[in-house]
C-alpha cells in the first residue's frame, strides 16, 4: 500500500534554532500534503494545506512566517519551524492525499515528528 | 465540513466487539465517513471508509443508518492492541477535501 515517509522521528532543539521536517510520499504523487501538530492527549490540529508548486495555505492562527511550507516536487513536502521555542515543542504531522483524477482516494499519514525545543 | 461527536472515552474487555458512534447531523449530501486510529507516538492509521448502509472490511465494519446522521464503527472481539484513539470523519472526497479531526474516543481495552 502507499506510504509516507516522516523524518526525523524525533528531534531535540536548542531555542532560536530552525528545524526543517520532511514528508515523502513514496509510491505515489502527491499534489497535496497537509501538516498537523498534536499536543498530548489532544486531538490532530490542522496548520497548513501544501500545494506542489504553490503557496500554502495556513488555517486561522497558524503564523506562516513561524511554519515554512515547501512543496517542491509531487513527492516531498517540508515544514520548518524557524526560531523555535519550547512552546512550539508539540508531535507534527504529515498526510499526503493520493487522487484518483479528481476524486480522492484516500489519505496517508507520516509516523510523525516529535520536537522538543529546550 | 460537518462536525462530528463521539464519546470521549469507552473501555472494553479482550475479546469483546466494540461499537463506537459518531454524530454527524450536518452531513452533506456529498460527504463521505471515515474512520482513523492512531496510537501515541504515531500518525494516524485509515480504518474504513463509507457513505451509506454498511460496509466491512477485514479489520472493522461500518453501520450508516439511511438518514446518514451518526455512523457506527465495529471492531470485533478487540484485543489489547486495539487500545488507541479512533477518530470519525465527514467530508467531501474531492479537490477541496481536508480533514479536520475531533476530539476522537479514547479507547482501553483490558485483558
Known amino acids: 500500500g502507499a506510504v509516507v515517509s516522516q523524518h526525523p522521528s524525533r528531534v531535540i532543539c536548542k531555542s532560536g534554532t530552525s528545524v526543517k521536517i520532511e514528508c515523502r510520499s513514496l509510491?505515489?504523487?502527491?499534489?497535496?500534503m497537509f501538516w498537523y501538530r498534536q499536543f498530548p492527549k489532544q486531538s490532530l490540529m490542522l496548520m497548513a494545506t501544501?500545494?506542489?508548486?504553490?503557496?500554502?495555505?495556513?488555517e486561522q492562527g497558524v503564523e506562516k512566517d513561524k511554519f515554512l511550507i515547501n512543496h517542491a516536487s509531487l513527492t516531498l513536502s517540508t515544514l520548518t519551524v524557524t526560531s523555535a521555542h519550547p512552546e512550539d515543542s508539540s508531535f507534527y504531522i504529515c498526510?499526503?492525499?493520493?487522487?484518483?483524477?479528481?476524486?480522492?482516494?484516500?489519505?496517508?499519514f507520516g509516523s510523525g515528528t516529535q520536537l522538543s525545543v529546550l | 465540513l460537518a462536525k462530528t461527536t463521539q464519546p470521549i472515552s469507552m473501555d472494553s474487555y479482550e475479546g469483546q466487539e466494540v461499537n463506537i458512534t459518531c454524530s454527524h447531523n450536518n452531513i452533506a449530501t456529498n460527504d463521505y465517513i471515515t474512520w482513523y486510529q492512531q496510537f501515541p507516538s504515531q500518525g494516524p492509521r485509515f480504518i474504513i471508509q463509507?457513505?451509506?448502509t454498511k460496509v466491512t472490511n477485514e479489520v472493522a465494519s461500518l453501520f450508516i443508518p439511511a438518514d446518514r446522521k451518526s455512523s457506527t464503527l465495529s471492531l470485533p472481539r478487540v484485543s489489547l492492541s486495539d487500545t488507541a484513539v479512533y477518530y470519525c470523519?465527514?467530508?467531501?472526497?474531492?479537490?477541496?477535501?481536508?480533514?479536520?479531526f475531533g476530539s476522537g474516543t479514547r479507547l482501553l481495552v483490558r485483558p
Open positions: 501544501s500545494n506542489e508548486g504553490s503557496k500554502a495555505t495556513y
Open positions: 463509507g457513505y451509506k
Open positions: 470523519l465527514v467530508g467531501p472526497l474531492d479537490s477541496s477535501y481536508k480533514l479536520i
Open positions: 498526510s499526503a492525499k493520493r487522487s484518483s483524477g479528481r476524486f480522492i482516494e484516500k489519505l496517508f
Open positions: 509510491d505515489f504523487q502527491a499534489t497535496t
